[in-house]
């Protein structure tokens, strides 16, 4: 079958799963910790470089140029909490998240609204990071020839608009306002800047595949077992060092298979 059949039907299942062991076993934790640590660290920092030949700048007027514009007013931006929508996060602390998040759901997204500009940050771009349940077909309906997991494609197979959920259907309770899945078609680009109004981070592996599956999808039940076996040795460990076994002889004397005798 096509990547879209393969993939969407079991996606919910190996999402749970995947998010299972990255809070419960230590060696899908381990993965995880590691990937995000060695591509993102710290957070991957902004080095301007201009092309000084097309520009026609001297070594000195491109260095100006870095250090006095370009460098300062990004940091403004991205060193400051304001950036992202909640403001719990700055930029390099969000590119951890979003990456940690694409490995354990497959996928997950980045709106781009626009905020309020304040005495302290003078620009109205933020950052909102959805993950990967948030984004799905309108009121839950059966994928079609146009709309899968939530993306609506063009005829050439190009991503247009995603529906994104007013919540995460995860966290929605009987009785609760509004519907479970209830949202809005965001489209790829603003209607007139074309700016870009939502990201879509995944890896995708297979040609038409509209979303991401789990980093640790392949090995899901292979590591479990692994966690449960370990679970078990370290349980019989710990049976094994409260248990005390004590010998009783008529007459009093240590067992010669204590010492040493035949």
Known sequence: RDARSDTLHRLP????????????????????NTNVDRVVGTGLALSAQPSRIILGWSADQAAEWKARYVQPEFSLWADSTD??????????QQQALVLRASLESGDCFTMLPDGERTATMPYRLRLQVLEADRCGNPLGQADTATIAGGVRRSASGAPESYFIYDQHPGGWLPGASGQRFKGE????????????????????R????????????PIVDCIKQ????????????VITAYLTVMIETPTGNTPPIFDGGT
């Open 13 to 32: 299942t190996q999402r749970g799963a995947s998010r299972e062991l990255a809070r419960t076993s230590p060696i899908a934790v381990g993965a995880i």
């Open 83 to 92: 950036s992202d929508i909640e403001r719990t996060l700055t930029f390099y």
């Open 206 to 217: 297979r040609p038409e595949q509209p979303r991401g599956t789990p980093y640790l999808a």
């Open 185 to 204: 078609w965001i489209d790829r680009l603003g209607s007139r800047s074309s700016r870009r109004r939502i990201l879509h981070h995944r890896r995708k």
């Open 226 to 237: 692994i966690a449960r076996y370990t679970e078990a040795e370290i349980m019989a460990a």
